[in-house]
């Protein structure tokens, strides 16, 4: 199989590029310059000057959900949504019903998302119940998440402990949802209840538990991060203790794109964890992504039912669906020259591959990487209608916006998932746990 045109390669565009693919393996075999195809060759012809080839996308925060959750999404259509979005690999929470907290749970969801995954994916395992299990965990997952409960509620040492060794010696990422329980004001404003300086104070104390603790050889990872004031004590930290652990981060687009004044339109709908701060914060955040001063993007997809979007702002639902807005999103601005395509494959795909430890596989177009490629329409105008969206969850934050640039194929190790707004759902149960794809090498 040969993919034809114009080609992200070594942080370069290059004209007039042929990618050889063998579709046993799914990797990429040669990349040559020049169109020289023979008659017999299987060709995807993206010539045209609108198309770009990229490095597949991939998204270190998702919610799949399914199991007792599969009313706001199953593995099908949360990694359909991602297909229809471009990314070719997604990281799934473990704030399920049952929990990802124990081996049985952990089970239930390998199965699952084996039998109905469209894209390539990583689990996460929550705060452990049980540290003996933990064993028999490590081969199935990326890494493990910590929610504001899990730090300032139940947090316990001894537990915390293990897990970071764990992680450490099976090169798991840990990563923290940063919001500090104790200064939340549940009568306060929409938006008000969890401030920039909750945010603030879980990284201030998330550094100093981790530094403690751990000493040598920490490598943690704070997810979405929402405000300025948390972007300078991140920067600061990276700065003081550069040469003791390493810290990445990540934004959201709803984070860059939205304020708080949006909760004035529909709270509810609005509604989402990290709560949406000022404008000023927006763009600070923003330009942090100019700025190289941030690690990755993620959506933070969090689908959830309509009816449970539709309540008074107490009682709504937090999160909306991302994954089939997201690159647009980032195609638009990169359209309206307010960011370069080569930071949105770095913060996209290159950067949380190598978060993941998954270098050299993912996160490249090179000899011997998977051939998971997102091809990019940069010219395609729509406009987001989420009663289209593959996700079962039909609302967006963005709805109505005028977006520029789409996903216009996007391929899993040298499979089509999705081409011109259709999706290859003959092809469900083709996406892998990468933790599981790394051990079994082909
Ligand atoms: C998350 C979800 O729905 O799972 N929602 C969100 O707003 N990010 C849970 C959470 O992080 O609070
Ligand atoms: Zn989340």
Redesign the pocket.
């Known amino acids: 199989l040969i993919v034809q045109g114009i080609a992200y390669i070594n942080n370069t565009l290059f004209e007039r590029v042929s990618i050889f693919i063998d579709e046993d393996s799914g990797k990429i075999i040669d990349i040559k310059v020049g169109y020289n195809i023979q008659a017999s060759d299987k060709v995807i012809d993206v010539t045209k000057n609108r198309y770009r080839i990229l490095p597949g996308f991939i998204d270190l925060h998702v ?1 799949l959900r399914d199991l007792a959750y599969s009313y706001k999404e199953d593995y099908y259509t949360g990694t359909g949504a991602a297909a229809k979005g471009g990314i070719v690999l997604v990281c799934d ?1 473990p ?1 399920t019903k049952p929990p990802t907290n124990t081996l049985d749970n952990l089970k239930l969801k390998v199965n699952k998302a084996r039998s109905k995954a469209l894209v390539d994916y990583g689990l996460y395992y929550g705060s452990p119940k049980d540290t003996r299990e933990l064993k028999y965990v490590t081969n199935h997952i990326v890494g493990f998440k910590f ?1 504001p409960e899990d730090i300032f509620t139940y947090f316990d040492k001894n537990v915390f402990g293990e897990v970071a060794n764990k992680a450490a010696n099976n090169d798991l990422l840990l990563v923290f ?1 940063a919001e500090d329980p104790r200064l939340f004001n549940q009568r306060a404003p929409p938006g008000l209840e969890r401030t920039d300086i909750a945010e603030y104070s879980a990284i201030d104390n998330i550094i100093n538990i981790t530094r403690n603790l751990l000493r040598h050889k920490v490598k943690i990872h704070i997810t ?1 991060i929402s405000s300025a004031k948390s972007l300078q004590l991140l920067l600061k930290t990276k700065k003081q203790y550069y040469n003791e652990f390493e810290v990445t981060w990540d934004v959201t687009p709803h984070h860059i794109l939205l304020d708080n004044t949006m909760y004035r339109i529909n709270a509810g709908l609005y ?4 709560t949406l701060k000022t404008r000023y914060d927006n763009m600070r955040l923003y330009l942090a992504l100019l700025n190289n001063e941030v690690d990755a993007i993620t959506t ?1 997809h ?1 689908p ?1 039912s309509l009816n449970e979007k539709m309540r008074p702002y107490n009682e709504a ?3 909306y669906p991302g994954l089939e807005t997201v690159v647009s999103l980032l195609l638009t601005m990169v359209n309206k020259d307010l960011l370069s395509l080569e930071s949105v494959v770095r913060y996209y795909s290159y950067n949380p591959a190598r978060i993941l430890n998954l270098k050299g596989l993912y996160g490249v177009i090179s000899k011997g990487a998977y051939a998971s490629l997102t091809i990019v329409d940069l010219k395609a105008e729509w406009k987001v209608k989420a009663e289209d969206f593959v996700s079962k969850a039909k609302y967006s934050p963005f709805e109505g916006w005028s977006l520029q640039g789409k996903p216009y194929l996007t391929m899993v190790r040298g499979k089509i998932v999705f081409h011109d707004n259709m999706l290859y759902g003959e092809l469900r149960g083709w996406g892998k746990n990468v933790r599981e794809l790394a051990k079994t090498k082909s």
Do not use: T
């Open positions: 919610h929470m704030n929610y949802h979405h509604k989402v964890y990290p933070d969090a959830h639902c937090p999160g």
